[in-house]
């Protein structure tokens, strides 16, 4: 069961669309940010809240990638390894922090700290290569770079 | 010397507030409009020749006029912060940085088509823009820029942010319309367009961001003003943002039609040391390539259009000798096929199929005929496609090909790449 203020924050969103259904996508993000991924309980609670039928839920969910559909480590790195990535070096970045955090793309490490993903491109083109780890962009990484802000987080 | 107009303001400390926006001489621009008529600002608007900066040029204050004038008909704006093109990070500077300046062009558009509510349907991964934006759209209804009865006048506004999350698709407009209304990001099939029925079955202007930042210095500075900056039919100063192999990569705002030999040499720095150009991709990765001959050719729709290219979102991205075009032509058509939303076959299907050919080919493993099998899909899916999304990878890759067949076939020859030598 979502807290009580994560279900007074989904039913103030309607406020914002002309229908309650426009508010599935910020709800979901609600959701992610209490459980850490979309539950399917969490899913439920949305589509009870709004008053929209789970499968409206479940479909949206499923279809944008910025839902995890199951845990991720406390830490989620994703690395931009689109074309301008790419030329300068995202491979390499990738292929450093698989070395270093023993876990391939997609895994978790066992500690439940870290997920690494490769993703398309997050908008950071100019300043490549570059990283998102959970809401904050690093931009014009090195290894050395890397290894700092990896060991800055707790 | 050109003086940035719509990244003015970014390097000045907390430009994102709106304390240092109207210092700068911010929401004059919405106290003259509102003393405007709205007919008149949606014809200083078309005088001006602004195009839309998102990728396609539409005419922005045409666009406007397509709206009904039926006031009891609602309207809504939205305005379209979905970057996601690979090449492509120019919204988010004016996000990040300047959110009062589209605020403003977005409160000045929705005045002029008698839209009382405004979405901005940002990415989900700018969550700093995102909160950026929010802050900004609270200080202006602090200010009375926003909300009921702006500076006095009968003019209310409300503005909202919609996060994405994660689907390039939703920079179709009428994906990003079904993404607001709850649903998967799947487009709509064209007509009726947005103008007759968008956002909740209502008549809806979509624009991009820097279309959008474009308008307070139309209205300032008036439509001559504006249609005197670069060529006559694309004109007004341009924000091109450059990545790849040059020795400055970052965002650099010129006029419109600024040729790409000065835009790479002059601004970006040009090419690292010992590394020559090979090809550049011009506006966003679905533009053809062009390679060196090409590089005199101005930055504006008309003249990336006739040499076979485009100008999309003027986002240059450069490629030197060093990196294989055949590895290039995989990871921005894996782009393409990992974004398909899925909702029509030729695209579904066809961009699946391709990408697997492609693998085979950039690995080493490719087969006598594959690259005439790529062309041939490249004919089935061009065309057939419920959105340009399938269109953009095909001409992508038909560009690449055209310019760099010699590459392709060495890989399916050899088994390995030319300039690796893998």
């Known amino acids: 069961m979502l807290s009580e203020n994560s279900v007074k924050e989904i039913s103030e969103l309607t406020s914002k669309y002309a229908t309650k259904r426009s508010a599935i996508m910020p709800a979901l993000s609600v959701v992610q940010r209490e459980h850490g991924y979309v539950t399917e309980e969490g899913m439920r609670d949305v589509a009870r809240i709004l008053g929209v039928r789970p499968v409206l839920v479940f479909e949206v969910a499923t279809f944008y990638t910025m839902y995890n559909k199951k845990p991720v480590g406390k830490y989620h790195i ?16 990738m292929d450093f922090l698989s070395r270093r955090l023993g876990i391939k793309t997609k895994e ?39 290894e700092e802000i990896l060991n800055g987080l707790r | 010397m ?8 970014i390097n000045t400390p907390e430009s994102y507030k709106i304390d240092t926006y109207i210092k700068n001489g911010g929401y004059e621009a919405l106290k003259k409009a509102l003393e405007m008529n709205p007919d008149s600002i949606i014809q200083t608007v078309k005088d001006s020749g ?65 839209a009382a ?4 349907y940002i990415r989900g991964e700018f969550a700093l823009g995102a909160q950026r934006l929010e802050d900004a759209i609270s200080e202006a209804n602090a200010k009375g820029y926003l909300g009921k009865n702006i500076l006095g006048s009968k003019f209310s506004l409300n503005m909202y942010v919609h996060r994405g999350a994660g689907a390039y698709i939703c920079g179709e407009e009428t994906a990003l319309l079904e993404s607001i209304e709850g649903r998967r990001a799947l487009p709509r099939i064209k007509p009726p367009f947005p103008a007759q029925v968008g956002l909740f079955g209502k008549p809806t202007v979509i624009n991009n961001v820097e279309t959008l930042a474009c308008v307070p210095h139309i209205i300032n500075n008036g439509a001559a003003w504006f249609a005197a900056i670069g060529p006559a039919k694309s004109p007004g100063p341009k924000i091109y943002g450059i990545s790849g192999n040059v020795n400055k990569p970052g965002l650099y705002e010129l006029p419109m039609g600024t040729p790409l030999r000065e835009i790479i040499y002059d601004h970006a720095g040009g090419m690292r040391a ?13 533009a053809p390539m062009l390679i060196e001959p090409d590089l005199d050719i101005p930055m504006d729709f008309e003249s990336l259009a006739a040499k076979g290219s485009m100008l999309g979102s003027g986002a240059i991205v450069v490629i030197d000798d060093s990196y294989c075009i055949v590895k290039a032509a995989l990871r921005t058509h894996e782009f393409f096929h990992h974004e398909s939303c899925g909702k029509c076959t030729p ?24 690259i005439d099998l790529i062309l041939k899909l ?45």
């Open chain 2, 117 to 120: 509510n405004s979405y901005i």
């Open chain 1, 78 to 93: 994703q690395v931009c390894t689109n074309i301008a990535c790419s030329l300068l070096g995202a491979e390499h970045l």
């Open chain 2, 2 to 9: 050109f003086e940035p107009v719509l990244l003015k303001n």
């Open chain 2, 274 to 286: 010992g590394k020559t150009l090979k090809a550049v991709i011009p506006g966003g990765v679905s």
């Open chain 2, 347 to 370: 695209c579904r299907e066809g961009l699946d199929w391709l990408v697997k050919v492609l693998r085979r080919v950039e690995g080493g493993e490719g087969e006598q005929g594959d």
């Open chain 1, 108 to 146: 978790t490490t066992s500690d439940k700290k870290f997920t690494l993903s490769a993703v398309e491109c997050l908008g950071s083109c100019g300043t490549a290569p570059m990283m998102q780890i959970n809401d904050n962009y690093y931009e014009n990484l090195t290894e050395s770079k890397v």
């Open chain 2, 50 to 114: 602004l195009r839309g900066r998102g990728g396609a040029g539409f005419p922005t204050g045409l666009k406007w006029s397509f709206i009904t004038k039926d006031p009891t008909i609602a309207k809504y704006l939205c305005c379209n912060a979905d970057e996601g093109e690979p090449g492509t990070f120019k919204d988010r500077a004016i996000i990040e940085y300047d959110p009062h300046e589209l605020i403003e062009g977005m409160a000045i558009a929705c005045y002029a088509i008698g």
């Open chain 2, 378 to 422: 490249c004919v089935d899916i061009f065309g057939r496609t419920f959105c340009p999304l399938g269109d953009g990878a095909v001409m992508a890759l038909r560009g690449a090909i055209n310019h760099f067949r010699n590459e392709f076939e060495y890989h399916v020859t050899h088994k390995r790449c030319m300039v690796g030598g893998r």
